[in-house]
């Protein structure tokens, strides 16, 4: 196999393996998200930790569906904490965000 194709191969197999943890995320997260929800859970700490591991899976849509519907309820229990989680997904994943800090 030339060092190409290999090199390819490599780069396809990291899509793929990534694709894989964005839909496995999905999975695990939304009966977390959906008993937040469904519980009305007021506990700041537990949607915090749910928010920050959604974070980093907010490339895929369904993971940042999940996200957005989170802030939206936590925005009631603290606007101010859930002002940040907003600031730090533009800062992360939004590319016009990150244009304008540069």
Request: proline share 4%; glycine share 4%; aromatic share 10%.
């Amino acid at each position: 196999m030339n060092p190409r194709d290999a090199t390819f191969e490599s780069i396809i197999s990291l899509a793929r393996g990534l694709s894989d943890l964005q839909q496995q995320a999905a999975q695990q997260y939304q009966p977390v998200v959906d008993d937040i929800l469904l519980t009305r859970s007021r506990d700041g700490r537990h949607i915090e930790h749910t928010l920050d591991g959604l974070l980093d899976f907010c490339g895929h849509e369904p993971v940042l569906h999940l996200y957005k519907q989170l802030c939206r309820y936590y925005l009631t229990i603290d606007p101010v904490a859930t002002a940040d989680y907003i600031k730090a997904y533009r800062e992360y994943w939004d590319s016009d965000a990150q244009e304008d800090q540069s």
